[in-house]
């Protein structure tokens, strides 16, 4: 293959610097000549001085001007020109005659016209001017050649390329996502044997597109397959497009394009594609805006390719929603793979994995620390292992325990120990019965998950105690009975303080939005009302990031809705008190416990409470 020469690339600021520095050498050598000798400016009581020391030796008045000036020698003997600028007194003539030094009045000597001219204007003028003019000719150069300036590089993608096998990642590398690696391998599969796919006939698909919750190893999976595959990746986040010059963006796309082509077969990844794949709405300038065009562009080049020439794009993103249809539509993203939160086993192999490389004891129970982190992602669970190493450390040992594994669940959970953190006695024995209540109410329910921690240490989130619950498996459907069990567990705070010190606190806060919160969905979207129904009444916005939900009924609807809220969280709240009343005894024993022990096991709650 013939190269092609590189074109030379000097940068603009390098003309510029020798244009500064040959100013300044004017500046020091040649203007100073043309400016005659360096002249030294004193008072006339100064001059007055010298002339009584002997060190004058000739004066000069210039004709028209209040200068007088006069060459004198210094303390070492050398003759310097100096100034003043007070007019001499009439008795300065015979003064000088007396001590015979010459006096004379002199014509001012004029610079040329044509070196003034010079140095004045003509040189400075080129200075400023040569550059913008070379710089001009460049970019009408460039833009004339049809490069688009991607010569200052605002036409260029910023995707950082990967060589063969460079990601240093393979599926070995990736655990819990085992349906998303299994849909993955056939593009792997078709990029090592495309014959085996073109014998048949089959096209793979252009686009892959990733979808799921922040965290759950979307880009990882992408270089999973590139390394995988040992091709070349291609890698760019969305955001990477974007310019706030009009038409940059599409000129990017194209530029990364014309790249991959050229390294095929090769996989494209970018990353939070929504940024410019968002739905096309006409709300740009004439429908036409410079996200508009970066998108139209894309759009383009995926047409522009087939699923024979080795070149696979893949793209993730947790907004599936916001998304443009033309660009999920068969042709150009052909496969969607979601990439959802892991299950108990998946969370289990992700400790596991993010576990080889930190030394850990022998006896680590990896799949009580997963039970106890249901709902976590992939990157909270490598959080957590970095943690407890990080608390091994801090404790001066090499090796990461059980216990670092614990705390560091509580501090994902919850957020660190609050040391400095001072309750009052009668507080803390608040919070101990607030917890209690939790616990109790929750044990002595038969549709609620066991108690595996209770501990009234405050915590950097703002908790001045909690009450964990880790459920033995994963569940994924949740009935009507759960539901209600939680509610009436998240009440159970709150209850037992209104029972043993017949006040409230502002301690259940959160306590009573997750309530809320948990009512509210059971009669506007888990149909789990009577008096609704099965009707959908509220619609979920962003799934992948929080889930938030709007209203879709009439106002007279939603007051029916509030009304009937308050009511579940209202019985919840009755059968939470109706329980620990039945047990205060056992409320007041086991607060008095955790008072003295601060922190507690499931096995010593259930201990207690069943003696």
Sequence with gaps: MNEQPKPNKKPFIYYALIAMLVLMLLNAFVFPMLGGPHVTEVSYDEFQTMLKNDQVTHVEMQENRQELYFKAKNEKGIERVYSTGTFPDPALKEELDSKGIKYAVAVPQKNSML?????????????????????????RK???????????????????????????????????QEEAKEALEEIVDFLHSPDKYRSVGAVMPKGVLLVGPPGTGKTLLAKAVAGEANVPFFSIAGSEFVEMFVGQGA?????????????APCIVFIDEIDTIGKKRDGSGIGGNDEREQTLNQLLSEMDGFDGSSGVVLLAATNRPETLDKALLRPGRFDRRVPVELPDLQGREAILRVHAKDVMMAEDIDYKAVARATSGASGAE?????????????????????????TESVDVVVAGYQRKNAVLTPHEKEIVAYHEIGHALVAAKQTNSAPVTKITIVPRTSGALGYTMQTPESDTVLLSKEEALAKIATLTGGRSAEELVFGSITSGASNDIEQATKMARSMVTRLGMS?????????????QYLGGDASLACSAQTATQIDHEVVEIIRAAHEKAIGILKDNMDKLHELAQYLLEKETITGEEFMEILQR
């Design 115 to 139: 070196m003034e001219f010079l140095f004045t204007w003509v040189f400075p003028t080129l200075i400023m001017t040569l550059p913008m003019v070379f710089l001009w000719r460049m970019m």
């Design 142 to 176: 460039r833009m004339g050649d049809g490069s688009n300036m991607m010569s200052f590089g605002m036409g260029k993608s910023n995707a950082k390329m990967y060589v063969a096998a460079q990601t240093g990642k393979t599926f070995a590398d990736v655990a819990g």
């Design 251 to 263: 000129a990017r796309v194209r530029d990364l394009f014309r790249q991959a082509k050229e390294k």
């Design 381 to 405: 669970l490598a959080n957590l292992i970095n943690e407890a190493a990080l608390r091994a450390v801090k404790c001066n040992r090499r090796i990461v325990t059980q216990e670092d594994l």
């Design 530 to 542: 009577e008096t609704f129904d099965m009707t959908a009444l509220e619609t979920v916005n962003n």
